[in-house]
């Protein structure tokens, strides 16, 4: 279950739903996860907010797109690597530059996440087990 923040400027904020749609199948084909496991959250800034180096690491920025990626520790580097080139396929085809683009992937473990199914009872107050 991933968690995908974008944080990008405010230029790009008609183009949320096929940056959303291009992340999402990136994660999807990368990472080969269901296609209903869908969590993103855009922060749009206006010009000035976002401070990056044009051209480190051998790039040529004329804008930035920051990915940051929150996932469980059970990828292989190899699969990481595989869905991050895929995420970037996937925004350049829909316009993106793919030098403007900065994925940043942090790792937790299974139990650091928390997702209540539909009919879970709840816990009273004060019970323990």
Known sequence: MPLVRIDAHDTLA?????ISAAIHRGLV???EMTPDDL???????PRGDLFYTTTFPNA???DIVYIQI???RIYTPEVKQRACRAIVDELAAVGLKR??????????????WY?????????AAGVTE
């Open 29 to 31: 084909s990368g990472l």
């Open 60 to 62: 040529e920025r004329t």
């Open 14 to 18: 008609d183009q949320r739903p096929q």
């Open 99 to 112: 030098d403007n683009i900065l994925i940043a992937l942090t790792e937790n473990d299974g139990s650091d």
């Open 115 to 123: 997702a209540p199914e539909k009919d879970e009872a709840p816990v």
């Open 39 to 45: 969590f993103q959250i855009f922060r749009l800034h």
């Open 70 to 72: 929150l996932l469980a």
